[in-house]
């Protein structure tokens, strides 16, 4: 059974950075496209970036591009998002989604993905 841990998050100031970890167990790695998704409460879960071995593909959220990184360590099962010059409106809950089966089309989708994780918490103040 796919299980994800996600670890990392946490309270900085704006124009900081955090860096959030997703472990995945229970299944090969590298089979799987990796991605983050985040809540704030009362809105839908939106996309924030998604990393495909299998289709090479890296995508992001027009509202994260070129302050937010994720990548990849097979080795280490481990899916990384690097976040800088954070914002206010970059607080939520972050999630780790998981999927061997999603379509190229549909890495953006939260209906992509099938395993997800308990959510870290990540608090920009102003």
């Known amino acids: 059974q796919v299980q994800l841990a996600e670890s990392g998050g946490g309270l900085v100031q704006a124009g900081g950075s955090l860096r959030l970890s997703c472990a995945l167990s229970?299944?090969?790695?590298?089979?799987?496209?990796m991605a983050w998704f985040r809540q704030i409460p009362g809105k839908e879960r939106e996309f924030v970036a998604a990393?495909?071995?299998?289709?090479?593909?890296?995508v992001y959220a027009d509202s994260v591009k070129g302050r937010f990184t994720i990548s990849r360590d097979n080795a280490k099962s481990t899916a990384t998002l690097q976040m800088n010059a954070l914002k206010p409106e970059d607080t939520a809950v972050y999630y780790c989604a998981a999927s061997s089966t999603v379509i190229l089309s549909q890495l953006r989708s939260r209906s992509g993905y099938g395993y997800w994780g308990q959510g870290t918490q990540v608090t920009v103040s102003s």
């Open positions: 990393n495909s071995q299998r289709h090479g593909s890296i």
């Open positions: 229970g299944d090969t790695f590298r089979r799987y496209a």
